[in-house]
């Protein structure tokens, strides 16, 4: 037994974290539905006429803000019917789905399965409600790990270096003034001492530090070490390229959250590279993670993985298929680097 393999949940644990996935995601499609519907319709007189209004409060600014939708007509006589009609039941759904969360929560204390800290998730969750957290912007720090976890129904051995006072995003398009920001736009929704910081891929609090970077960047930096020959690379770039995908955590709050970050295999892949680069505490996380998915991720990962990197394949124990299988998968295969 490695003193990095995960410790499995009891069935009471695992219930929870299933429910509680399953509650969460029904809240965040009734809160999509409600956010289409957001604001008010109302007739407004001009000028001896009257005219439907969309009015609505800025996110950003705080500002009331509205639209003419046109004159009174039977036309935006029924957008207004239709619109209060879609409104109240997408009042009554996101009501209906947020009220188990404050019981779930609760639970959660009770059971010890908060591992994601507050203000991490409370910036996921408000990067999900803006609709930018995805394929195109997502999570790759020690946070992430936490949704493995609950998906899996283990928790890993503490002291993988773990770092509640950051938030790592990753891009797959290049970093800009205009992006970050937004993103402190965003982060000041949630906490208003979040500010630009003087490194030009930052957002900062007075305890908290977002950093914004590429995946061209990521790679750069990995070519740039000179520890990696080409095998290498090509077996990292395609981790790094890799889509990511969705697991629900839960904070130390007690609320889950929906983090959107690598495929567990890419993640442990990377981190054992980062530390062969220079940065501690990457080994233990990939060596950890790594053991994740091998006794409890359905995924495993390629061989090509432990031709190119075999120390990390020993510590990890991937197994080595047998060259006479028939169903021997093709190590090109890019299922086994994403989902």
Same mark, same amino acid.
């Given at each position: 037994m490695s003193r990095f393999d995960p410790m499995p949940l009891d069935d009471q644990q695992v219930r929870y974290l299933h429910g509680a996935a399953k509650a969460w995601r029904?809240?965040? =499609?009734?809160?999509?539905?409600? *956010?289409?519907?957001?604001?008010? /319709?109302?007739?407004?007189?001009?000028?001896?006429?009257?005219?439907l209004v969309h009015s609505w409060y800025d996110s950003e600014t705080g500002t009331k803000r509205s639209r003419s939708l046109g004159p009174r007509s039977l036309k935006t006589e029924g957008e207004k019917l239709e619109f209060d009609h879609r409104?109240? #039941?997408?009042?009554?759904?996101?009501?209906? &789905?947020?009220?188990p969360l404050d019981r779930l929560s609760r639970v959660a204390k009770a059971l010890r399965l908060?591992?994601?800290?507050?203000?991490?998730?409370?910036?996921?969750?408000?990067?999900?409600?803006?609709?930018?957290l995805g394929p195109e912007l997502y999570a790759t720090d020690y946070s992430v790990v936490a949704g493995y976890e609950a998906q =899996?129904?283990?928790? /890993?051995?503490?002291?993988?270096?773990?770092?509640?006072?950051? %938030?790592?995003?990753?891009?797959? $398009?290049?970093?800009?003034?205009?992006?970050?920001?937004?993103? =402190?736009?965003?982060?000041? #929704?949630?906490? *208003? *001492?979040?500010? #630009? &910081?003087?490194?030009a891929t930052?957002?900062? *609090?007075?305890?908290?530090?977002?950093? %914004?970077?590429s995946r061209r960047a990521t790679l750069n930096w990995l070519r740039r070490s000179g520890e990696f020959d080409r095998d290498q %690379?090509?077996?990292l770039a395609g981790a790094i390229e890799a889509r990511p995908i969705r697991t629900v955590a839960i904070a130390k709050n007690g609320m889950p959250v929906e983090i959107v970050g690598p495929d567990p295999r890419n993640f442990a892949l990377l981190h054992y590279a980062s530390k062969i680069a220079g940065i501690?505490?990457?080994?233990?996380?990939?060596? $950890?993670?790594?053991?994740?998915?091998e006794k409890h991720w359905p995924d495993k990962f390629s061989?090509?993985?432990?031709e190119a990197f075999p120390e990390f394949a020993k510590n990890v124990g991937i197994a080595s298929p047998a060259a006479d299988d028939p169903d021997l998968p093709d190590p090109e295969e890019p299922r086994f680097f994403g989902p």
């Open positions: 029904r809240f965040l =499609a009734a809160q999509d539905e409600r *956010s289409a519907v957001d604001g008010a /319709l109302a007739w407004k007189t001009s000028k001896g006429r009257e005219y409104r109240r #039941r997408a009042d009554e759904a996101l009501a209906a &789905a947020k009220a908060g591992r994601m800290d507050n203000t991490a998730a409370g910036i996921l969750r408000e990067l999900r409600r803006e609709r930018v =899996a129904g283990v928790f /890993l051995p503490r002291g993988l270096g773990e770092e509640p006072d950051r %938030l790592e995003l990753c891009m797959t $398009a290049e970093v800009d003034d205009a992006l970050l920001d937004d993103l =402190a736009k965003a982060c000041r #929704r949630m906490d *208003s *001492s979040f500010r #630009r &910081a003087t490194d930052k957002v900062v *609090s007075d305890r908290f530090t977002v950093t %914004l970077f %690379l090509d077996v501690e505490p990457g080994q233990n996380r990939a060596f $950890a993670v790594g053991r994740l998915v061989p090509r993985v432990a």
